[in-house]
């Protein structure tokens, strides 16, 4: 007989980071793994702002994410200032405006904090592509990471909204499933569209777990119609642009383990921590007897980042029990930043557990 009681010890807390100066990227998961169907971890727009406001209030934000919400996740935009951020979310429903939001919940966003007198400028006439025109400026300034903010006229814009990433991964090179989780779209018409983007080079690219051969991402927004999304393809008749090298960058994720295992009279009690920077959710954590060959399984609604919770095993051991493994999220369900600690065993010994 087995019963599962789990107990909050810990409330989850957030460790505040020291005052900053300079311009950083922030990532909190990546677009990688994001695809791969992780959408188990997570940060809320507010948690978001308390990673900025330790940064100036006069400096710029640009990034890009997406939310978790069910069949319209679509495409997010942050713009403004540390003392004042716009959060933007492109709507993949018809008639697919773009609204300010103030609840988000991101399980993938980058956001760049970029010192406003590092900006550069320069302008761009007519071209076919200008992601390719963008890439080419960055590699001859020799530009590791950098955030810009872009107002083009534009003859030309392939965007694309997402509305669904499923759980099982999305495959972006097989068009049946782009076209299944993916609304594309082909605006054709002279406009005039305010776009942010973020550049990697190559090396950090991979280390910040873009896709293969994707070194910059641009959003956007047709001012005139008030639609936009993940640009694809833009033909730009004039283009001015600013942007922001940048020093430094942090990927953040969650990082759950098993932290004790305490042995009672009739129950086995599991402590779970979240030591990363995301909240994880639908965590399953499994309980083995190897010697009986009996498995056991509890499900953590969420754990909030620094937050620990006690689930209580009661269950009467068999005397060949002299193991007992605990693995927490043991299908890799959970892209953490450490997967070294989900494990732990505990063997009987001589004197006891």
Not at 323 to 338: A, F, K, M, W
């Amino acid at each position: 007989m087995l019963a599962v009681l789990i107990v909050l010890v810990i409330e989850g807390g957030h460790r505040t980071p020291l005052a900053q100066t300079g311009s950083r990227l922030l990532l909190f998961n990546t677009v990688s793994d994001l695809l791969k169907g992780d959408l188990w971890q997570f940060v809320t727009q507010d948690e978001l702002g308390r990673y900025l406001y330790v940064y100036p209030e006069n400096h710029h934000v640009i990034g890009m994410g997406t939310t978790n919400w069910p069949e319209r996740m679509g495409e997010v935009m942050v713009r403004g200032t540390v003392g004042k951020t716009s959060f933007l979310w492109a709507n993949p429903e018809y008639p697919y405006q773009i609204r300010s939001i103030s609840d988000g919940i991101f399980p993938w966003i980058q956001v760049a904090v970029c010192d406003p007198r590092n900006a550069l400028k320069y302008n761009l006439d007519r071209t076919q592509d200008l992601h390719a025109a963008i890439i080419e400026q960055m590699q001859q300034e020799r530009i590791r990471i950098c955030a810009l903010q872009i107002e083009a006229v534009t003859l030309q814009v392939e965007y694309s909204l997402t509305y669904r990433i499923p759980k099982s991964g999305l495959d972006l090179t097989v068009p049946q499933g782009r076209d299944a989780y993916l609304r594309a779209f082909n605006d054709e018409s002279r406009a005039r569209w305010t776009i942010y983007g973020i550049y990697l080079d190559e090396e950090m690219a991979r280390t910040c777990g873009m896709l293969p051969g994707q070194t910059l991402l641009l959003v956007g927004q047709n001012r005139d119609t008030n639609n936009g999304g993940l640009v694809r393809l833009a033909r730009v008749q004039s283009a001015q642009i600013q942007y922001y090298p940048i020093e430094g960058h942090q990927v953040m994720k969650s990082n759950l383990g098993v932290a004790d295992i305490r042995f009672h009279e009739g129950r086995v009690s599991v402590d779970v921590r979240n030591s990363g920077a995301l909240t994880a959710e639908h965590i399953k954590v499994r309980l083995s007897l190897p010697d009986s060959g009996r498995t056991r399984e509890a499900v953590l609604p969420s754990l909030r980042p620094q937050e620990e919770i006690t689930i209580r095993f009661n269950l009467k051991r068999a005397p060949g029990d002299k193991r007992v493994v605990v693995q927490v999220d043991p299908e890799n369900q959970i892209l953490e930043s450490d997967e070294e600690d989900n494990r732990m065993e505990r063997r009987q010994g001589f004197l006891g557990w």
